[in-house]
């Protein structure tokens, strides 16, 4: 049984950018989304794994994740040292478990008997889309049959389970995209990232893009569709750990991204958007119950307050513009739940009316 300790979640990265996979997406560079161009070598695990724990306080949950790559796709023997390395930390309670990611493809029996064996807790996978149509034309060398295969194998076997998906792909849309979120809901997984589709310079989508055979997203839309998806996976308990690539060094050099949906802060931008429109609906809310008042006040935990008031209080701006507010202020209660959002008066009569998340989750429905 692998140790675990309450608090927050912390995972060391271990970069195999490109290793096991079979394929080139069109879309893909890892080389230049881990920011390297070559795994580490095995007697490097450790050394990684060290600095790590250095900076990492002892009062949380910490696991090491072997990413970038298809784990389970890579020299069986070279998955066994790469894993030998991590024992030692687990066996001495260190760490609590090892993540991987893969491809739907490369599930197996005995892949997962050996996974299981070495203490992996989690198989992330990256799926992308559950649309025949969009996979093919990414490239992805699989379809939907593969997926739900391999994540019965993972859930049979009781691994943890996490899923990546990615938006604006081609031959993709909005309703897509959220015909994949409802079916990824159903499945259960534990974890979900959702990633834009960026274009990358030097992969074949570039090319495309260049040849005018592809268009990217628009910022504004690509946080619209991801909005969307993460309320589906938000009504379903499931969280979304990650909303965009990780600005790194690599990502922001000039030319590095052509095009495409590409902020330091999607993620935020996705959150302060459910936001904004979860104000709206508190407000009205608020109005039926307690009659039109053109001055309100808003209150939010305080780690929601910069959600709340949106990049440069555009949030602020749009809701006093959308509600014909004369007057809005937002305040931070510290004993009010996270996101919930409360109405009152600017009268100093404190919060009349909380809108919890999932009353407004189950308001949309």
């Not at 687990?90 to 993540?99: P, S, T, V, W, Y």
């Not at 946080?223 to 993460?230: T, Y």
């Not at 990049?311 to 602020?316: C, G, I, K, L, P």
């Not at 959308?322 to 404190?350: A, P």
Request: proline fraction near 5%; charge should be neutral.
């Amino acid at each position: 049984m692998n140790k675990t300790r309450p608090g927050r979640h912390y995972n060391i990265p271990i970069f195999i950018p490109h290793m096991g996979c079979p394929y080139d997406c069109i879309y893909c560079d890892q080389k230049i989304i881990a920011n390297q161009t070559a795994a580490p070598a095995r007697h490097q695990v450790a050394a990684i794994i060290e600095q790590h724990l250095s900076t990492i306080p002892g009062d949380g949950c910490i696991e090491v994740g072997f990413f970038g790559g298809s784990f389970t796709a890579i020299d069986p023997f070279l998955q066994e040292d790469y894993l030998r390395q991590v024992q030692p930390y687990l066996a001495q309670g260190r760490i609590g478990g090892i993540r991987i990611s893969t491809r739907p493809d490369c599930i197996a029996g005995e892949n997962l008997d050996m996974l299981a064996r070495y203490g992996v807790t989690m198989i992330e996978l990256g799926v992308q889309s559950m649309d025949e149509a969009v996979l093919a034309a990414s490239g992805r060398g699989y379809g939907p049959g593969d997926v739900r295969t391999s994540c019965n194998l993972i859930q049979a076997r009781n691994f943890q389970l996490g899923i990546q998906l990615m938006i604006g792909l081609p031959a993709d849309n909005q309703a897509r995209d959220i015909a994949t979120a409802v079916e990824i809901a159903g499945i259960g997984p534990q974890t979900v990232r959702i990633y834009p589709t960026l274009v990358l310079t030097g992969t074949h989508l570039a090319a495309l893009y260049e040849q005018g055979r592809y268009m990217p997203l628009q910022l504004q839309e690509a946080v619209h569709i991801c909005k969307e998806m993460f309320l589906v996976f938000d009504r379903c308990n499931i969280p979304v750990i990650r909303m965009g690539l990780y600005p790194g060094e690599e990502l922001r050099r000039p030319g590095v991204v052509q095009a495409g949906p590409f902020h330091s802060s999607f993620g935020e931008l996705v959150e302060q958007m459910v936001f904004r429109e979860q104000a709206c609906s508190a407000v009205r809310r608020y109005w039926s119950c307690f009659g039109a008042e053109s001055s309100l006040c808003l209150y939010v935990h305080d780690r929601d307050l910069s959600k709340m008031l949106g990049h440069r209080r555009q949030n602020f701006q749009y809701l006093c513009q959308d509600l014909g507010l004369v007057g809005l202020e937002v305040r931070v209660n510290g004993d009010q739940v996270r996101n919930s959002i409360g109405v009152g008066k600017q009268t100093g009569l404190g919060c009349q009316l909380l809108l919890p998340r999932a009353d407004y989750l189950q308001s949309l429905l």
